[in-house]
């Protein structure tokens, strides 16, 4: 009887132990199991975003500077660009040598 007894609590441990073991092998897998998706999706999302980030960056870098302005509503031109097309008679009155109004 204490035979039996002995067994039966040594046959539970050992169950115990199976099933722990069982429980930790099955989170192992489940951990490896997500490490090799994730990697999987970084590797696809950084064949899909790598370009654009580059093209994003070649872009950026072939904007012209900005200056931030107190005013954000007034535009500033270049100096330049108001002599070609008459905005500015370059100091000398509305009229200038032909006649014409600047």
Known sequence: MITKEFCDLKERELQDKINSLTAANTVLRSQIDNAAQTAAIESYVAGLVNPVISDVREIKAAQPSTVSVQWPQLTAVPAYSLYGNGSYSG???????NGYFY
Do not use: I, Q
């Open 91 to 97: 100091g000398y009155g509305p009229y200038y040598g």
